[in-house]
Structures are given as C-alpha cells and as structure tokens.
C-alpha cells in the first residue's frame, strides 16, 4: 500500500460541534479525529450519531456549530478542494447517460472535454461498466447505478473520498462484490487516497478500514478508535478467516450495544 505523502492530517476534526434547532438536537459534540493521508478509516456508531452529518460537514455541505474541521491544514469553509463525495442513494441524474453521470463533476469544474473523455472512460473501464456509457440510470441495476456514482467521484481525482453507506441499498452479494471492486481499486498505488467510510456495517468496516472509528449514541463522539490488525494486500474470504476477524467483531458490536467490560477482549486502540 502507499505510505501518507505527509504528516499533515488529510481530515482534522478539533472540538468540532454541529446543533440543529437553535441547539435543540445535537448530532455530535466536541469531537476530535484525524484521518491521515491516504489512510480507509471507517466509521460507525449508533443511528442518528451524527456520522453523516459529519462527512457532510468535511464536504462543506453543512457548517460547524462550534469548533473547528481542518482539510489538509486549511479550515472548511465551503466545499474544500481535492473532497469528493459518493452517497448512499446513487444520485445520478435519470435524464443523463451513464457517461455524462459519470462526467458531471467534471465538467461543473470546467475540464476540458478530453479530460473528461480519458477520466471517464478510464473509470468506467475500471468498474467494469465498459459498454453502458450510452445507457441511462433506470436501465441499470441497483450495483451498476452505485459503480456510476463511484465513477463521478473518482473522475475528480479526489485525494480524499467520502462515502456515506454506499452499498448499504444493495443485497448481499452485490454489496460483497462492490467490496471487493473497492478494496482491488485502493490497493492500486496510483488510486490510493484518503478515504472515510460511513457504514452500519461491522464486517464491511472490518474489511474495508486502517482503522475504525466507533462513535457513542447522540450527541455523538469518537469513543474508540480501533487499529486493523489485516495487512495489505488484503480481500474479503482472507479477513473472513483471520481468527481476529470473529474477536474484533464481538468486541465491536459489544461497544455499540452497551458499555465494554475491560475483562473482554480488547483489540489495539489510539486515544480519540
């Protein structure tokens, strides 16, 4: 895998506090987080913890309450150079082809039309959707429709990736192969980048991080973050069988269900 190209965090969350309704809701609290450079660091936490309002909040879509988000050293103000975004709802565009879904970032950004036709096609190759550029959303399935979403955001040549639940819509096998696709992708040098993952998903945390992040129920912060014993490369039958696979994942959704009691396994963890 690719080393950080720097010490500087690609993501910093300092004190960082989001209220909704005159601060009537809170969706996180005082919450601290680095994400270093070309690092997959996962997330995940309790419904309604406040997960994707703080991806929202490093993509500049939503401001900080209080606090402070840093994006390779320069506060968030607005959507930050070098961020790209992959929802969970596809967001295509029905009224455009897979090829001009896949170009809208693009082109909003002004690229040159042979920028967009190497980038473009260079991605769809990459996610196996060579021969359906012409094609439109509705003609696509569910796992297709996502692989344009991951398009749009990897044309942008991104060093950092968010992806709020991607394949969370998806049936198993499809997720499971989206999975796959993913890792294969960021285990190219040349694709590798910052990447946090929101997910409800413990196995797919489990395959996909560095490390994972557990946030507490509302108003949410990081409660514990947990270094991934699974080296590189690495692919989803592999971690399955790791015997840490089984202990990291009961010690997880143990951490989410209720309070840990220290007798239990306990995994590698950093100092949120």
Request: charged share 20%; glycine share 6%; net charge negative.
């Given at each position: 895998m690719a080393s950080a190209s720097s010490d500087t965090p690609a993501v910093q969350a300092i004190q960082a506090t989001k209220m909704f309704l005159d601060g009537a809701v809170i969706a996180y609290r005082n919450l601290n987080l680095e994400i270093r450079a070309q690092e997959i660091l996962c997330i995940v936490g309790p419904s309604g913890c406040g997960k994707t309002t703080l991806?929202?909040?490093?993509?500049?879509?939503?401001?900080?309450?209080?606090?402070?988000?840093?994006?390779h050293g320069k506060p968030v103000k607005g959507p930050p150079d070098g961020v790209a975004m992959v929802f969970q709802h596809f967001g295509l565009l029905p009224w455009k082809t897979v090829y001009d879904n896949g170009a809208f970032g693009l082109r909003m950004n002004g690229a040159d039309e042979a920028t967009v036709k190497e980038r473009v096609s260079r991605y769809?190759?990459?996610?196996?959707?060579?021969?359906?550029?012409?094609?439109?959303?509705?003609?696509?399935?569910?796992?297709?429709?996502?692989?344009?979403?991951?398009?749009?955001?990897?044309?942008?040549?991104?060093?950092?990736?968010?992806?709020?639940?991607?394949?969370?819509?998806?049936?198993?096998?499809?997720?499971?192969?989206?999975?796959?696709?993913?890792?294969?992708?960021?285990?190219?040098?040349?694709?590798?980048?910052?990447?946090?993952?929101?997910?409800?998903?413990?196995?797919?945390?489990?395959?996909?991080?560095?490390?994972?992040?557990?946030?507490?129920?509302r108003p949410g912060k990081i409660d514990e973050i947990l270094t991934s014993p699974f080296g590189w490369p690495r692919d989803l039958d592999g971690v399955q069988r790791n015997p840490q696979f089984a202990e990291m994942r009961a010690y997880i959704r143990s951490k989410l269900k209720a309070p840990t009691d220290p007798s239990k396994f306990k995994p590698a963890t950093e100092t949120a």
């Open positions: 991806l929202r909040s490093i993509a500049g879509l939503t401001d900080l309450s209080s606090g402070q988000l840093l994006v769809l190759d990459l996610v196996g959707l060579r021969g359906f550029d012409k094609s439109f959303p509705h003609q696509l399935s569910g796992g297709m429709q996502q692989r344009v979403g991951l398009v749009r955001a990897l044309a942008m040549n991104p060093s950092i990736l968010l992806m709020d639940e991607p394949f969370a819509a998806l049936d198993a096998q499809t997720r499971e192969t989206l999975q796959e696709e993913l890792l294969a992708l960021m285990q190219r040098p040349e694709e590798r980048k910052a990447m946090v993952f929101i997910t409800h998903s413990i196995d797919e945390a489990l395959l996909l991080a560095d490390r994972i992040a557990i946030m507490t129920a």
